[in-house]
Nanobody, 132 residues
């Protein structure tokens, strides 16, 4: 069973930055991160979970929700089996629990996935609070 563990959350002032990490492990035999499409989701207080970013298995195609476009950046390190979410110019509306999720695709796949129903492996989440 694929395992995803988020880290890097915390309290930050408006306008500040944070980088979240999603460490992925327990790959099936022969698999590694480059066969998985990854999504990032956020659930604000009293709100539904929404997708804010996604990356294709190839790593070349990335999706950002309008609310985070040009402020957030997804990247990955295949050697470390880790996906990152760099968050800049944070706003109070960015407060919430952040989740990474994965779905098996295939190496070189160019498409990313939007919609939580697509992902079948989830991390436990990490809290981000943006407040002065």
């Amino acid at each position: 069973q694929l395992t995803l563990v988020e880290s890097g959350g915390g309290l930050v002032q408006p306008g500040g930055s944070l980088t979240l990490s999603c460490l992925i492990s327990e790959f099936a035999l022969g698999d590694n991160l480059d066969v998985y499409a990854i999504g990032w989701f956020r659930q604000g207080p009293g709100k539904e979970r929404v997708q804010i970013a996604a990356m294709s298995a190839s790593g070349r195609n990335v999706f950002y929700a309008d609310s985070v476009k040009e402020r957030f950046t997804v990247s990955r390190d295949l050697v470390k089996s880790t996906v990152y979410l760099q968050m800049n110019d944070l706003k109070s509306g960015d407060t919430g629990v952040y989740y990474c999720a994965g779905v098996r695709s295939y190496a070189g796949a160019a498409y990313y996935y939007t919609g939580s129903h697509v992902y079948d492996n989830w991390g436990q989440g990490t809290q981000v609070t943006v407040s002065s």
